[in-house]
């Protein structure tokens, strides 16, 4: 005689839980053995720094990741349109810096492959009106995150000291600063207004890493460029 546990959910509903599953594995792995895969975590917090979005895991909270080709590409355009194809997520908002990265090598089949890895902290223009099931917005003084990496959990709780603070880095670079591209837009908005042009849409975000930032205003005569470099003494 043979006994079998106790199941849950319906045989059509597993199946589709098990398609959706082995569909996003297939997808990230693809990537994987393209040399392209990247890992991103997403350090989210509301527009006044009270608030973090965060995806229960049980008892903990865990910040929003996003698997795929470009998820930390250079190019903030990229990143972007990769969280929000992947994830299903509009929001209005920037790359304000990247918290950490590293290169991590991983093998699958016998085979080696290295993907990229990365905690980015994504500044919000206006809280995002609708968010994926499943996130939710955590108060910033009582949030504890966790991660199961000490290093990535270390740097996680450091940023939210320092939101809690209110404090920054003495020898933190301008635009990794929160507020700093809301300023420097309106600035080039100014400036080109003053020579007679005016911008179209809004100024963007190319690149931002901890050595440069480069934004484009479209005009009604061609594309102007503001780009700023770290200094090292």
Known sequence: MSSKGPQSGAPEQQEAVLSIVEETESAWMRCVRSGGASELHMFIPDVDRKRILCVRKGANWMLPTCLGE?????DTRMMMEEVKKI???????TVLRWIWNRLKDIEVDRCEYVISRALVWFECHEDPEDIPDGWEWVNVHGASIDHPEDEIC????????????GRAPKFRVAWGRPGWFRD???WMCEILRSHGLEVEGRVEQLKSTALSTVLRARTQKGEYFFEMHACFL
């Open 154 to 165: 270390r740097a996680i709780h450091q940023e939210v000291v320092d939101m809690r603070s």
């Open 184 to 186: 420097t837009s309106e």
């Open 70 to 74: 470009y998820a930390c590409a250079i």
């Open 87 to 93: 994830l299903d997520f509009e929001f209005d908002g």
